[in-house]
């Protein structure tokens, strides 16, 4: 039985899970406590009262959150959590808990999980980006996920698609993010002139559903975003499969239809018919789960 955790800004998920499936779940505040030690009590305590009420001890641990490095077991000062510093969570969970706990980047667990138990299933050379607030990425070649020297390999989102482009949140200019993630669609709609104040994606569209060509250039300038995005981190890996995750690749007539069309037309000869693109295969209420405790079977 391995325990999955999530951490994400404002609320933790924890899951019990047994093969492909998240048999038992708790959640519990990331903020308010005291401090990391504090937070890192409140993970044991929910641990122990899903063992219990189950009966199903643990072997192993697997934490997915944001700025986490893998080869350290550190949360390094991520922005949106509520510690401005180091936090050594892995080490803090497995001496609590006395099984082995391993520590990685969200989108590293969420490509783990793909090729554990979703699309990426049996496919050793393979991409998972996830689309949502930020654009998150990762690696898989050989069956091993990449890491690099420093353990921060993978940044998908933040390379350069526009030199001097829009402001990210990396604080460089003209990144993919900076485009294709929930934020750069909404500017994307903005410019196009929209007449609406969206909030998310599903409103645009409901609106290019409708027939408003502000929504429908926003989809399409995304699609092609996009499509030149991937098409280059093709040519880094030579994946099998590419893998979207996320609510924004949930729009296949607005987005994946037309994403695979531009995508093929981008892609270098020497790939074509080599690589298929495909939306995420997990339930979208266990994914982040099953992807944290893909982690844990390292």
């Known amino acids: 039985m391995i325990l999955g955790i999530d951490i994400g800004g404002t609320s933790s998920k924890l899951g019990l899970v047994h093969e492909d499936k998240v048999?038992?779940?708790?959640?519990?505040?990331?903020?308010?406590?005291?401090?990391?030690?504090?937070?890192?009590?409140?993970?044991?305590?929910?641990?122990?009262?899903?063992?219990?009420?189950?009966?199903?001890?643990?072997?192993?641990?697997?934490?997915?959150?944001?700025?986490?490095?893998?080869?350290?077991?550190?949360?390094?000062?991520?922005?949106n959590l509520p510690w401005k510093h180091d936090v050594p969570l892995a080490r803090m969970m497995s001496d609590r808990i006395g099984v082995p706990a391993t520590l990685g980047n969200d989108a590293n667990a969420a490509a783990l999980g793909e090729w554990r138990y979703g699309a990426g299933r049996g496919i050793d050379d393979l991409i998972v980006v996830t689309l949502g607030t930020g654009v998150g990425s990762g690696f898989i070649v050989n069956g091993r996920l990449v890491l690099g020297s420093a353990g921060n390999a993978g940044e998908l989102g933040h390379a350069i698609l526009q030199p001097e482009g829009r402001a990210c949140t990396c604080g460089r200019k003209g990144c993919l993010e900076a485009y294709v993630s929930i934020r750069g669609m909404l500017a994307t709609y903005a410019e196009e002139g929209g007449a609406a104040n969206p909030t998310d994606v599903k409103t645009i569209a409901d609106l290019a559903h409708a027939g408003e060509s502000a929504a429908i250039a926003c989809f399409q300038r995304t699609t092609e975003w996009l499509s030149i995005g991937l098409a280059n981190a093709v040519c880094a890996t030579g994946p099998k499969r590419i893998v979207l995750f996320g609510g924004i690749a949930r729009n296949g007539d607005l987005l994946m239809a037309p994403l695979r069309e531009r995508f093929h037309a981008n892609l270098l000869n020497i790939y074509q018919g080599r690589v298929d693109l495909t939306v995420s295969a997990l339930p979208d209420d266990d994914a982040a789960l099953l992807g944290a405790a893909a982690l844990g079977t390292l």
Do not use: K, S
């Open 23 to 79: 048999i038992a779940r708790a959640r519990i505040a990331t903020l308010g406590h005291a401090d990391d030690h504090a937070f890192a009590d409140a993970l044991v305590r929910e641990t122990a009262r899903l063992t219990t009420e189950t009966g199903r001890p643990i072997t192993a641990i697997g934490i997915g959150a944001p700025n986490a490095n893998q080869l350290t077991g550190i949360i390094e000062m991520a922005p």
